[in-house]
Nanobody
Framework: QVQLAESGGGSVQSGGSLRLSCVVT???????MAWFRQAPGKERETVTS???????RAAAFVKGRFSVSRDTHNNTLYLQMNNLKPEDTGVYFC???????????????????WGQGTQVTVSS
């Protein structure tokens, strides 16, 4: 059984940093993984995607502020977020397994497994 559990969200001021964690069980974190976010009243959107070949792609709004890393020993995916802005506010989700679709082209409905999400709030 695949389970994903996010943590690390919180409230920060504009310009601050947070590191989100996604502990994964039943699935190898070195395979296709992604971070999504959903702001109030908006659709869930891709933040980053990380494929089994080690490549990571990020949405245009990231602009070098976020980075992804994987801890193979603890089977955990991380999202380091720096220079946070109020528009980064939302619930952040990790997702796993694009169900055969190319990882970097996969969207919200393609991923088979999801965490429960962690709230990130950035105040100005």
């Amino acid at each position: 059984q695949v389970q994903l559990a996010e943590s690390g969200g919180g409230s920060v001021q504009s310009g601050g940093s947070l590191r989100l964690s996604c502990v994964v069980t039943g699935y190898n974190v070195n395979r296709c993984m992604a971070w999504f976010r959903q702001a109030p009243g908006k659709e869930r959107e891709t933040v980053t995607s990380s494929d089994s070949d080690g490549t990571t792609r990020a949405a245009a709004f990231v602009k070098g502020r976020f980075s992804v890393s994987r801890d193979t020993h603890n089977n955990t995916l991380y999202l380091q977020m720096n220079n946070l802005k109020p528009e980064d506010t939302g619930v952040y989700f990790c997702a796993a397994d694009s169900d055969g679709r190319w990882c970097h082209a996969a969207n919200n409905p393609d991923f088979r497994y999801w965490g429960q999400g962690t709230q990130v709030t950035v105040s100005s």
